[in-house]
Antibody, heavy 121, light 104 residues
Framework: EVQLVESGGGLVKPGGSLRLSCAAS????????MNWVRQAPGKGLEWVSS????????YYADSVKGRFTISRDNAENSLYLQMNSLRAEDTAVYYC??????????????WGQGTLVTVSS | SSELTQDPAVSVALGQTVRITCQGD??????ASWYQQKPGQAPVLVIY?????DRFSGSSSGNTASLTITGAQAEDEADYYC????????????FGGGTKLTVL
């Protein structure tokens, strides 16, 4: 079964740091681009970051650029998101998602169940 | 970057057909994918591009992509999000604001 399981969320003070992990299983992790997508309470989906299969191409949303770092370990089938200088507006459920690309576009499938990050004093 | 615009809410009578739309400049060049999200759950891919699955079908024209549900069921009540590549085409970094579908 193809599965993504996030972990590492929790309560952190403004200015603090947190590292999220996403464990992948049931597919060849090393050939897929992986992403982090977040959802603030009661809000819509917001793409956060993307990392290509060999980590050659990395992209960030403007809202997290310079504060968050995406990485992966293909030997461990794991995706990470290091979050520094956290702000209240970073409070959200963070999902990892596998990306499939084709000529005309792409899509995310599957998604993990999400991990909640709360930034509050 | 670019933006995708969705109607915040749409309703449909049980068994009827409903179309949920998504507008944005990037859709002139790239297909949209659609995700269903029920309360407390992670998003799930519904369809992408112009594919069909069960009672869900996708289409596009100009800068607008559409998700059509033919014969809506009670279990289709959910939030629906569209997504596409950003204007650079380098990643799937653009989501619509979401449409809450109510099945009456």
């Amino acid at each position: 079964e193809v599965q993504l399981v996030e972990s590492g969320g929790g309560l952190v003070k403004p200015g603090g740091s947190l590292r999220l992990s996403c464990a992948a299983s049931g597919f060849t992790f090393s050939i897929y681009t992986m992403n982090w997508v977040r959802q603030a309470p009661g809000k819509g989906l917001e793409w956060v970051s993307s990392i290509s299969s060999s980590s050659s191409y990395i992209y960030y949303a403007d809202s997290v650029k310079g504060r968050f770092t995406i990485s992966r370990d293909n030997a461990e089938n794991s995706l990470y998101l290091q979050m520094n200088s956290l702000r209240a507006e970073d409070t959200a459920v963070y999902y990892c998602a596998r990306a499939h690309y084709y000529d005309s576009s792409g899509y995310y499938s599957p998604w993990g169940q999400g991990t909640l990050v709360t930034v509050s004093s | 970057s670019s933006e995708l615009t969705q109607d915040p809410a749409v309703s449909v009578a049980l068994g009827q057909t409903v179309r949920i739309t998504c507008q944005g400049d990037s859709l002139r060049n790239y297909d949209a994918s659609w995700y269903q999200q029920k309360p407390g759950q992670a998003p799930v891919l519904v369809i992408y591009g112009k594919n069909n699955r069960d009672r869900f079908s996708g289409s596009s024209s100009g800068n607008t992509a559409s998700l059509t549900i033919t014969g809506a069921q009670a279990e289709d009540e959910a939030d629906y999000y569209c997504n596409s590549r950003d204007s650079s085409g380098k990643h799937l970094g653009v989501f619509g604001g979401g449409t809450k579908l109510t099945v009456l």
